[in-house]
């Protein structure tokens, strides 16, 4: 019978890779330098050791990727979006004081519904850089399926926080992002953690 992962274990691995990822600076790196990375830790002493006495080895470059590195990934991209508040965002883009009506939980986290004194709808949704589209899809899904937020007719307005995480993004890369948006009315907010 396999040994089972016990918690104390599992957390020293994630830390260890979590330490390791800093170090490489895993977020910035190209695919292929991203591979050879998981490599290495696959053969690692503190990591793939590790987990080749509770997994099949086959398992373990799986485990660390999806089960340790893409939730590295999902924590800096949180704590980037969390930097940057959506009522400031709207005032920076509409020159409009609002308050928050609503918070996205679940699925919908990093969805943020807002409302000005005049009553104007607006929505923010966080996503990364690289898919700034899944985020545009989840504020209009939101949209679509709640047809509150259209007020007199008047669909809310989009606004999107993309968190910019390790990767360099160079003006041009904005302004390109900005002007696909820009013809559709929607406002890009890029944020740092």
Same mark, same amino acid.
């Given at each position: ?5 016990? !918690?104390?274990?599992?957390? @020293? ?7 390791? @990822?800093? #170090?490489?600076?895993? %977020? ?21 050791? +590790?987990?080749?006495?509770?997994? %099949?080895? #086959? ?8 089960? +340790? ?7 800096? =991209? ?5 930097? =940057?508040? !959506? ?9 409009? #004081? ?36 899944? @985020?545009?899809?989840? %504020? ?29 993004? =160079?003006? %041009? ?9 820009? @013809? ?10």
């Amino acid at each position: 019978m396999a040994k089972v992962l016990t !918690p104390d274990k599992k957390s @020293a691995v994630k830390k260890t890779i979590y330490k390791k @990822a800093d #170090e490489f600076n895993y %977020a910035s790196r190209s695919r292929i330098d991203c591979g050879r990375f998981m490599d290495e830790l696959v053969t690692d002493d503190e990591v793939g050791s +590790v987990l080749n006495n509770y997994m %099949a080895k #086959e398992k373990i470059r799986t485990y660390i990727k999806d089960g +340790v590195l893409n939730a590295y990934t999902k924590e800096l =991209t949180a704590k980037a979006l969390k930097a =940057t508040s !959506p009522t400031d965002t709207i005032t920076q883009f509409y020159s409009v #004081e609002s308050s928050v009506i609503q918070k996205g939980k679940g699925k919908d986290i990093g969805l943020t519904v807002t409302r000005s004194v005049d009553g104007k709808i607006f929505v923010v949704s966080g996503g990364t850089v690289l898919k700034w589209e899944t @985020a545009l899809r989840k %504020a209009l899904e939101l949209i679509a399926k709640e047809s509150g937020l259209t007020v007199n007719g008047n669909t809310p307005s989009v606004c999107l926080h993309l968190a910019v995480i390790g990767q360099d993004l =160079t003006d %041009a890369d904005k302004q390109h992002i900005n002007t696909a948006l820009a @013809a559709i009315s929607v406002k890009a907010r890029f944020c740092s953690g």
